[in-house]
């Protein structure tokens, strides 16, 4: 029987964004669901109570891919919560620690923009302590919306730094060249992610991502 997947999008998207991201990991052997929510319009509980819910209702083991500001659901989801599926976490270009440009936006009277996502966005986690193994694929492409905010301290995929994406307690982390947007559609953050929820580990060896 595959291994079960969800995926998750990011603020502002819908669930067909995942479109690629899906194909290329049902090409990978997993059987694939796509988790749509409202990013800014729903309550932040009650994004994470249907999250719960649909994987409860799953067969088996159930890993969780979330995008951007769907990484940090999926943590939020997991965390403190032991009863759920056993499964991996791999988090893509997501703020784990906060995003500067989401505060910057905040900053300029544009907070409804985020909604009931603001906290979450702005604040992230300080570290990760839940059960499952938690993997992060940030990427290096400098070209995005939060660039034009304003400048993005170090290497970054245009809206997230590479520095935001690293949390103390995640299990691997690792980068490939793809913007913020392009992470949904790079071949090498897909391999990676498959490599690290059937191995818990990403591949760092000749051809792998840095870290």
Known sequence: MPENVILLHGLWMRGFALAMLRHRFTQAGFAVDVFDYLSV???LEHTLERLRER??????NVHLVGHSLGGLVALRACHGHDDLPEGRIVCMGSPLNGSAAAHRLAESGAAWMLGHSKA??????SRWDGGRQVGVVAGCKPLGLGAALGSIEGAHDGSVAVAETRLPGITDHCVVPASHSGLLFSADAA????HFLRWGRFDHGAGGAGT
């Open 120 to 125: 979450l966005l702005e604040h992230g986690l």
């Open 191 to 194: 391999r990676q992610a498959s």
């Open 55 to 60: 994987l409860h209702a799953a067969a088996g």
């Open 41 to 43: 319009a729903a309550p």
